[in-house]
């Protein structure tokens, strides 16, 4: 069973290829300001995962719980998919690339297990305000990208499936408020 801290560093780089997906498409689309604010805030997100889970990380080493054993299982084979993705997406991330593809792209990294680890390791490691937090931010832009994908995407089922993962993590943020 892996220890916390490796479950925590695991899922911050991942956090950060993410990071630098989107950035990696700011710059692509930086000609409308509208396209670049988006992929931009895409970004921020990740960058504001990334620093919950560095918080958590401090204030866990503070109280010497870093090298316990996780509290969430983290296969191998799951890091494994998600760097996989996460470097082909990069790979493909060229400029030339098509608006429409780069929101499929994003869609396919939004709808990995990559935020629902994010969500279950702050919530398992007792940090409610910051899983609340993260998933109203994930809840915000994905509807930003459901936005995105029905005015430049000729894909229903793309929006489809957008509408779906944000109906979802809603849902469970429904539920989180609730308690």
């Known amino acids: 069973m892996p220890t916390t801290r490796e479950v925590l560093d695991a899922t ?12 990696r498409f700011a710059k692509i689309f930086a000609r409308e300001p509208a396209l670049q604010d988006f992929w931009f805030g895409m970004a921020r997100d990740e960058a504001r995962h990334v620093g919950a889970l560095d918080l958590v990380t401090t204030v866990l080493d503070q109280e010497e719980m870093l090298d316990k054993p996780s509290p969430i299982s983290l296969e ?4 494994v998919r998600l760097r996989a993705l996460l470097e082909k ?19 396919e990294v939004e709808e990995t297990e990559l935020e629902d680890l994010v ?6 490691l007792q940090a409610p305000d910051e899983y609340e937090r993260c998933l109203r931010l994930l809840v915000h832009d994905l509807g930003e990208l459901s936005y995105m994908i029905e005015r430049h995407s000729a894909n229903p089922a793309l929006l489809s499936r957008c509408d779906a993962l944000v109906n ?6 429904r539920h989180t408020s609730i308690r």
């Open 76 to 79: 191998d084979a799951t890091i």
């Open 168 to 173: 979802r993590h809603a849902e469970t943020l």
């Open 119 to 124: 969500s279950d390791l702050l919530k398992a």
């Open 89 to 107: 997406s990069q790979s493909d991330a060229t400029p030339g690339i098509r608006l429409d593809r780069a929101l499929e792209i994003a869609l």
């Open 12 to 23: 911050i780089a991942l956090e950060k290829q993410s990071m630098a997906l989107y950035a």
